[in-house]
């Protein structure tokens, strides 16, 4: 435990980093308003926030910078998370109250204003689905219990799965079921198909097709194992300007990882639920172990289907991003449960 002169000195130390991205004194954190020590009792807390691993001593420097563990323990315990001003609360009205009509563009504005707002790295994952339509459905009986059941979409991407026939259901009710898919259907999103199922022609089914509930079922087992997903990233020079990154290799360690989609695509889908905050060598990603990654999850209907994150220096602004990840978090969840109702 620290005591309530270390969590001040430390968290004075860090905000002062993260604003000069230089290693900081004593005398200059006694100069604050907020810290009525003396710079030789602050020399004291700083070596004893060493010797704990709060704080690290670069070089021959008088000044001291944030350990991994000491970020950690800001994060968790001293950050005060801000509040967005004026021009950034503008700025994601504007965008939510705009008429987008289409999911994939949402999720590229998310990611330039995150990058904007913030002069980090953004990176939002959402599924494929978003923007895949059905062109048509098939459903082939290939014995008297057992059928393949296919669908193409619009990018020319086949799904198909064996599925065993209801045996109440005759091949003429399957048919007639693919003709009314198909004509009622063809053009919708994926991700609506469900919704426009259940909700608006599922009482025309009922009266046109036999046994329909079950052959619904049938297709919504190809619709649930088709989700792949898709990666956004925007503002990469961003944190090329930053002075951690001077040092080529980790410039191109970060560059060879944004080339190398899928393990964005695996880091970005494998975060919990809410806000996450990894630091340094808590990311499971080699080339990051000198950033930290935030991360905020998006939902639909109450189902987790996407993530949104901001990649940057261990010297991030841990308040305004995770404050900044909640609002567009639970607003992009919003957006969509009105849209895919």
Known sequence: MLSDRQRLILSAIVDDYIRSAEPVGSRSISKREDVS?????????????????????????????????????????LVDLARMNNMESRELKRFFTAQIQQTEKVMQQVAVILSNITNYTSIALGPEMFH?????????PISDDAAVVIIVTNTGQVENRMVSIPKDVPVSEIERFVNFFNAKLTGVPLLRMKSKLYNEIGDELSRHVAGYEELIRLVEGVLD?????????????????????????????????????????????????????????????????????????????????????????????????????????????????????
């Open 225 to 341: 194992e088709n989700k792949e997903e898709k990666l956004y990233t925007s503002g990469m020079t961003h944190m090329l300007a930053q002075p951690e990154f001077k040092d080529v290799e980790k410039v191109k360690s970060l560059l060879e990882l944004f080339d190398e989609s899928r393990t964005l695509v695996r880091l970005l889908s494998s975060q919990r639920e809410g806000i996450q905050v990894q630091i340094g060598a808590e990311n499971n990603v080699e080339a990051i172990h000198n950033c930290s990654l935030i991360t905020a999850t998006y939902s639909l209907n109450g189902m987790h289907i996407g993530t949104i994150g901001i990649l940057g220096p261990t010297r991030m602004e841990y308040a305004k991003v995770i404050n900044l990840l909640q609002y567009l978090s639970d607003d992009i969840s919003d957006i969509l449960s009105r849209w895919y109702k």
């Open 37 to 77: 020590f003396s710079p030789a009792t602050i020399r004291n807390e700083m070596s004893d926030l060493e010797d704990m691993g709060f704080l690290e001593q670069p070089h021959t420097s008088a000044g001291r910078i944030p350990s991994h563990k000491g970020y950690r323990y800001y994060v968790d315990h």
């Open 132 to 140: 895949t339509t059905l062109k048509h459905l098939q459903l082939v």
